[in-house]
Nanobody, 124 residues
Framework: QVQLVESGGGSEEAGGSLSLSCVLSGRPFTLYAMGWFRQAPGKQREFVAAINRPGHNTAYAPSVKGRFIISRDNARNTVYLQMNRLQPEDTAVYYC?????????????????WGQGTQVTVTP
């Protein structure tokens, strides 16, 4: 059974940085393309970033491109989201997700497994 556990959320001032981690267990990590999504209060969950299995190809939502970086360490079964120049609009619960497939994926429907989420709060 695949499990995803996020960590690294918290509170930060606007302009600051936070780093999220997500560890996958239960199946080989290299089977999965990985993604980060977020859900702000009163809004639908939205795509943030995605990375393919080897880690060579990535995709970002326009709202975070140039500020956030997704990466993965296949030896550590971990995907990361480095969030820089944070804005109050980045406040949300952040979820990591895993998808079987050879590409990267921006749509929720491609993802089979989800973490429990971690709260990120950005204060003005």
């Amino acid at each position: 059974q695949v499990q995803l556990v996020e960590s690294g959320g918290g509170s930060e001032e606007a302009g600051g940085s936070l780093s999220l981690s997500c560890v996958l267990s239960g199946r080989p990590f290299t089977l999965y393309a990985m993604g980060w999504f977020r859900q702000a209060p009163g809004k639908q969950r939205e795509f943030v970033a995605a990375i393919n299995r080897p880690g060579h190809n990535t995709a970002y939502a326009p709202s975070v491109k140039g500020r956030f970086i997704i990466s993965r360490d296949n030896a550590r079964n971990t995907v990361y989201l480095q969030m820089n120049r944070l804005q109050p609009e980045d406040t949300a619960v952040y979820y990591c997700a895993g998808a079987t497939g050879s590409s990267y994926y921006t749509r929720e429907s491609f993802y089979d497994y989800w973490g429990q989420g971690t709260q990120v709060t950005v204060t003005p």
